[in-house]
Structures are given as structure tokens and as C-alpha cells.
């Protein structure tokens, strides 16, 4: 286990430089706290003005010439989200190894460390950080998200600290990287709230446009059949063409519902190992009539050589919703192009086909996908589903072809 310096008591901090009398050294400790307190209290419009404000603050309380905060991703990428420093080598938006920076202590213990002389470190001074710029200070807190670590703020020098840091600066810089956390929480409540309301008035519209034309069929024909003079035969009739105009309306509603849980994260996927060409069979044979009454057909070009890891029956379900669409929205007597290929350690299935020219779009309508849907929000429901597998739905639209494209994680080489 790596033994990290510790901390300066307060008291013992206060007493190590005599040259500054003890009122002086509280009254700037307290006017630190008073800086940092009225800094977390201050309403800040973007984020990047934000940690711009926390880390000249901070650089100035410290006493360290150069800060920075940083997201720390999954794959172990460093990311400056913003930095202040005299030093060119450092700008925002570079991204390093989180191996080759100090702040991976940071992250692997998940708590505040203070450097004061890196070099006297044995297992910091071959840092290639240290090799490279010699920054022998370094205070650094971890950023939570939510209980989840986003990043690190960390401030550093080309000087040592040969005092220390102390209790106090760790109280400091906890609190700053805290408040950090919090605003980026609130903004990220923020946007769920502004997409969530999208959604609720997309699905208004939905319903308005895709649910009341089959319920208002649907009782214009009761009101028919129940009519005195209306015969036998009619009333069969009359039944007959409630029946599929009732059955759309309880699809269109499953549909919705489905969307809803999907959306919320009520359902899971349930993770199998499959053939993507089997998946696409199964998801194809579902389709057989709309095709063959469409006098379409479809045409396989299978090159991937991985299993992939999904839930077979969501992702069957987002393919017969995007195979809806091309069917549908196809020229009679044409071919629907699905295609499967490894890309690294993923596999892509693409559904290509030609748009009929009752249903091209204009130049401004191309990037409107809503417009083309099976049942006003299919691409919705597919998008959900492709989300909660940690994938997203490519659409290409020139106008004359329209191509849908995703990736799914690949499991192991089949045979």
C-alpha cells in the first residue's frame, strides 16, 4: 500500500514560520475560507466559467502557479476541461494517459493528496511528469458526480512546499472540488428535466396525431353498428374494420409504453450471446407480409466473423421497427441491403434502401428522421433500445437512399 504524506495539523502548520505572527496566518486562513465560501455561493452561468473562477481562486489561495481540472473517463483517458498556468506546454482540451499524470494516486486512492516535494518521492520522482516539467507541488482533490468520480482539481508548482500542506488547504480544496461536483450534478438534473419535458410534448403530439385518428374510426363505426337500421351484414362489415383499426391503436400503445420504461430504465437488457445473420433473419421473417405486399425483398451481405452480446428480443425489436420503415417507404420490386461487419471489437448491422418518391424529403426535410417512422416514434423506441446496450443509431438520408447504422459489442468468434 503507497504511504502518501500527510496532512500538517493547523496548529503545527501555523507554528513553522515564525517570521508571520499567528493573528496574521488565521486572519488569511479565515479570508481563504470567507474567498471559497462566497465562490460556492456565486451563481455561475456555464461551467467552463465556473472552474475558470475556481481555478485562478484557487492558484491564488494555494499559492501554486498552475490548476487544473480534469474528467477522468472509463478508459482511463485525462481530459483538461480547463487550466490556468504559466506553463505552454498545458491548454484545454488536451487529453493524456490518466497513467502519466500525478493525478492517478488521486483516482486510485479517491481521496485528497498533497505533494509537497514530488521529487523526494520515491515512487513519484521517475513520474515522467516530474522527469518532463519538474512540478514538485501538487494538492489535488477528486470531483464526485453523484457518488460517481468525474475528475480531479488539482493545482501544482515547479516549487516545493518544504512546510507542507495543511489541514486547512485539504478543507479547502475539498470544498471547492465538492461544490464542482454539485454544479455539474444540478446541470446535468437540468438537462434531464429540459429533455424530459421534450419528450412529453413529443409524446403529446404523438398521441394527438397517431392514437385519436384510430380511436374516432373506431367509434364513427360503433356509432354506424349500433344504428336501428343498420343490418346483419353491415354490422359484420362494420366489425371487420374495427377489428385492424383497434388492433393499430393497441399497438400504438404498447408502443408508447414501451418507450416510456425504456426511457425511465425499468427494463434491463438481458445479455445472450448471438449470430447477428440469425438476429436478422428472425427479425426479417416478422416483416414477410408488409414485404411481400410491398413486393419487396431483402438481400443479406453477412462478413462479420464475431458473435455479438445483446438482448435478443430488444434488439429484434428495434431491427423489425427499422426493417417497418424500409419496407414501407421503399419503391415496389426493390431490395432492402442488410449488411454485418466487424469494426474492432464491434460488429455493424447497417439496413439500406431506396426511399420511393412519393415519400423523398426536401433538402430541409432530411435530417427530420421523426418524419419517416413506422408508427410516428418507431426510431424513438429504437433509439432507447440501442441506448441501454451502450450503441446509437446512425441515420444517412440523401434524399434518394436512406441507410440506418449501429454497433453491437462483439462477444467471441463464432464457427
Known sequence: MTHYPEFVENRKYLEMDSSVPEREQLWAMLNNLTRIHLLTADKFNSFDSLIREYLIS???????ETGI?????????YIVKDVVSPLDVLEKGQEFALEDTYCR???????????????????MNCHPVYQNLKL???LSAPIFVDGNLYGTLNFTSTQPRYK???SHERDLITLMA???GNFILLRQK???????NKRIKMFAGYVAHDLRNPIGSIIGLAQMGTKPTTTDKRRISILEKILPTATTALEFVNSLLENAALSSGKISPKLTIN???TLLQSATTKVTALLEESHNSVEYNHTHTNMVSCDSDRIQQALVNLLTNAAKYSPENTSIQIATYDSNDKTAIEIKNTIAAKHKLSANEQHNTSVYGSTGFGLDIVNEILDVHGSTLTIQNDGETYTALFYLQAATPHK
Not at 484557487?58 to 501554486?64: P, R
Not at 481540472?69 to 483517458?77: D, H, M, R, Y
Open 58 to 64: 484557487g492558484c491564488e489561495v494555494f499559492g501554486l
Open 69 to 77: 481540472v480534469s474528467e477522468v473517463t472509463s478508459a482511463g483517458n
Open 105 to 123: 494516486e488521486v483516482i486510485k486512492s479517491r481521496t485528497v493528496l498533497g505533494f509537497p516535494e514530488v521529487g523526494r518521492l520515491d515512487y
Open 136 to 138: 514538485e507541488a501538487y
Open 164 to 166: 507542507g500542506f495543511s
Open 178 to 180: 465538492n461544490a464542482i
Open 190 to 196: 437540468e438537462a434531464k428535466l429540459v429533455n424530459l
Open 275 to 277: 449470430n447477428p445473420a
